[in-house]
């Protein structure tokens, strides 16, 4: 869920397999997908047997920079240590469960629907998030905003995103592709009331992703 093919490319870097890049957000239309990594499974019938959740395979490598290490620090750009030294507590504050992910994944890929982590449809279901009609009108708001800047209008599209940002707060894509468009770290900028940082200090860390319930409700 980016902008365009050559936005995603850094994030594609050395994967053997192709990547589509969802830049109209269907993925958030169809499936209700509000932040990034998230992982959807859909099963060899079609059926999805877990909903949209965060998704992280590793931890983030810059998260784990020692920026107490003169070499660590030499190696990088003067700009991205200052940065990082201001977001790196936010990053580790972050609710994310690579290990378990991967692990729950890995045996879903094993034993199919045996497997404990894939959900019955009534799980599914509940899991799933609601699309009440605030949240349908900032796709459309989004949308607007999206063929605006693309038809060469930034200044009349910040309305649109601004909207969708206020009719969805919790959508982060959102505010991340509008605020990308303006400037590729994301803020701050002068046409947005909050940019990348200020808003995770502002909401909490720990409330970016939400906690992953791998645990089925059900008996394994």
């Given at each position: ?25 269907r ?97 599914v ?23 605006l ?65 791998l ?6």
């Amino acid at each position: 869920m980016d902008a365009s093919a050559e936005a995603a490319a850094p994030f594609a870097a050395g994967v053997d397999f192709p990547v589509v890049v969802d830049s109209g957000h269907r993925l958030g239309e169809l499936f209700g997908v509000v932040n990034v990594p998230s992982g959807i499974w859909v099963d060899e019938d079609g059926t999805v047997v877990r909903p949209p959740e965060t998704a992280y395979p590793a931890q983030p490598t810059f998260a784990g920079y020692d920026l107490e290490d003169p070499a660590v620090v030499a190696s990088l750009p003067a700009s991205a240590v200052s940065r990082l030294r201001t977001v790196q507590p936010h990053l580790k504050a972050m609710q994310i469960d690579p290990e378990g992910y991967v692990g729950a994944l890995r045996d879903w890929v094993a034993h199919g629907s045996a497997s404990r982590f894939a959900l019955s449809a009534e799980e599914v279901l509940e899991r799933s998030r609601p699309r009440p009609a605030e949240q349908a009108r900032a796709a459309a708001a989004f949308a607007l905003g999206q063929h605006l800047h693309a038809a060469g209008s930034p200044e009349r599209a910040v309305a649109w995103f601004r909207e969708s940002h206020q009719l969805q707060p919790d959508n982060w894509t959102y505010r991340r592709q509008a605020w990308s468009l303006v400037d590729p770290a994301q803020g701050p900028t002068e046409q947005y009331d909050g940019h990348w940082l200020a808003d995770v200090q502002r909401e909490g860390a720990e409330n970016y992703y939400a906690p992953l319930e791998l645990e089925p409700r059900r008996p394994a």
